[in-house]
Structure formats: structure tokens, C-alpha cells
């Protein structure tokens, strides 16, 4: 992808797979604006990229409306447009049965993964209406199209349900202002929250086999879909649901 003079707002930059979207389009050339909660973390990440011009590091909680204003209005005096938003940032909960959890459970997953991303599009489609043109992706999952037997993730699936439909109503919605709305839904991606879990290496292996492409993804797997979703080459591909998951909703 050539995103020469593109400013593009990663959500959720400091975790394992908004760093590598983060690298991705700045390596595609974009003026990246990297936005999480740890400002530290990003300030250490930032420190990778050689031309520091083309970044803008913020601090933010997208659970928060005024924290969400202040991205927008940082992003517009830094770089004076928007044309990219990866709705990258989420949570997940430790699996639990259902009938366990209460609204302190479920409130973190439906402020972070559902209501954050609605704050965050809300606040670029004026933008993006104003220069007729932009690309937003979100960040789904596999579990928001299918459970899994014996991982109770029921609150979470419904989130990345949502973010599926939201997804596609945006695209009929602001398709005619020529904005591009599409869903990457992955499975399981290797990120350190996964790493303990991958340590033993007979259980690493069952889950590898569990794949056609015997792997598990990476965060770099989905860093590329973001890209070719962001390129001219997906130009007239809005309203999708790509599964990032090495084939395995292809067999289940």
C-alpha cells in the first residue's frame, strides 16, 4: 500500500497487534497517530520509527468522550486530516459461564470493545465526510461470528458481534460519501497475553494442528490484511468480514 501524506489513528497501539498495524502503515507511509492508555509504552514503541515527524503518540482512554475529543482535536493540529481509523483497541475476559458474571464483569468488555468504537467512528465520519473519502477497519474476532465449546466468552463474543454489524451498517450508511468500512475477525493471534498458554509444548502443538495452515497466527497477519484493506487495491471493498484465521472457520 502507498499511504504517502495519509494520516492514519491506531486505537489500542500498545498492545501486540496495534504495534504491528502501527508499523505496517508507517512502513506503507503514513503519519501515524498512536493512541493508548500506557503513554510510556508508547513513547518507548515510538522510539522504533526513525522520521518522528510522522508521529503523534497520545495518551487516551476511548471508554472516555472527552479523551476521544482530545484525539481528534491533536490528530487535526498535528497533521490537519484523517483519512485512516483501526478501531484496534479491546479487552478480554478471563472465560467464565455466564450465569457467574455480573455488570462488573461485562461493563470493561462493552465500554472498551463496543461503546469505545463507536466513539472513536462517530468522531472521524465528519471528517471524512468533509474530504469525501477515508477507511475505517475494525479489529473483530472468530468468536464474533461462532463459539467455542467450553470457552465461555460469552459477553466478548457478543461485543465483536456487534462490531460485525456495526460494520456493515456503516458501510451502506457512508458509502455514498465514499468512505470504506470493513472487519478483520481473527483467531487466535500469538501476543504475550497468549504466550503462557503456548509454553507447554504439547498443548502449542494440538493447537497448531488445530489449523489447516498448521500455525498460529500473528500479529503481523493481521497487520497485513489492515494494510491491502487500506490500499487502492481494496477500492471497492467495503462492508466485509475478512476471517484472518490460518482456514480454520473454513473447516468448522
Same mark, same amino acid.
Given at each position: ?21 502501527s508499523k ?8 501515524l497517530v498512536?493512541v493508548g492508555?500506557?503513554?510510556?509504552r508508547l ?15 497520545i ?9 476521544v ?15 485512516i ?5 479491546g479487552t ?6 455466564f450465569?457467574?458474571m ?9 465500554e472498551?470493545?463496543?461503546?469505545g468504537?463507536?466513539? %472513536?467512528?462517530r +468522531?472521524?465520519l465528519p471528517?471524512?465526510m468533509?474530504?469525501? *473519502?477515508?477507511? &475505517?477497519?475494525n479489529i473483530? $474476532?472468530?468468536l464474533?461470528?461462532?463459539a467455542?465449546?467450553?470457552?465461555p466468552?460469552?459477553?466478548y463474543?457478543?461485543?465483536k458481534?456487534a ?8 458501510a451502506?450508511?457512508?458509502?455514498p460519501h ?6 478483520i475477525?481473527?483467531s ?10 503456548l509454553?507447554d509444548?504439547?498443548a502449542?502443538? %494440538?493447537?497448531? +494442528?488445530?489449523?489447516p495452515l498448521?500455525r498460529?497466527?500473528? *500479529?503481523?497477519d &493481521?497487520?497485513?490484511a489492515? $494494510? ?9 471493498i467495503?462492508g466485509v ?12
Open positions: 500500500m502507498n499511504a504517502n501524506d495519509l494520516v492514519a489513528i491506531v486505537t489500542g497501539a500498545g498492545g501486540g497487534v496495534g504495534q504491528a498495524i505496517r502503515l508507517y512502513a506503507d507511509g503514513a503519519k498512536m492508555r500506557d503513554l510510556s513513547n518507548s514503541f515510538a522510539r522504533e520509527f526513525e522520521d518522528q515527524n510522522r508521529l503523534l503518540p495518551k487516551a482512554d476511548i471508554t472516555r468522550e472527552t479523551d475529543i482530545n484525539i481528534i482535536e491533536q490528530t487535526l493540529s498535528a497533521f490537519d486530516r484523517i483519512n481509523l483501526i478501531n484496534s483497541a478480554i475476559n478471563e472465560p467464565k459461564p450465569h457467574l455480573n455488570e462488573d464483569d461485562w461493563a470493561p468488555l462493552i472498551t470493545n463496543l461503546v468504537t463507536l466513539r %472513536t467512528t +468522531s472521524v471528517i471524512m468533509e474530504a469525501k *473519502a477515508g477507511n &475505517i477497519v473483530s $474476532s472468530l464474533g461470528l461462532r467455542i465449546p467450553r470457552v466468552l460469552s459477553v463474543g457478543v461485543t458481534a462490531i460485525i454489524m456495526f460494520t456493515k451498517s456503516i451502506v450508511e457512508y458509502g465514499g468512505i470504506h468500512c470493513n472487519c475477525a481473527p487466535t493471534i500469538r501476543t504475550q497475553s497468549i504466550e503462557p498458554y509454553e509444548e504439547e502449542r502443538t %494440538t493447537l497448531e +494442528s488445530t489449523f498448521r498460529i497466527g500473528t *500479529a503481523e &493481521i497487520a497485513g489492515v $494494510s491491502y484493506l487500506c490500499s487502492r487495491d481494496a477500492n471497492w467495503t468480514v475478512l476471517t484472518v484465521d490460518g482456514g480454520i472457520s473454513a473447516k468448522q
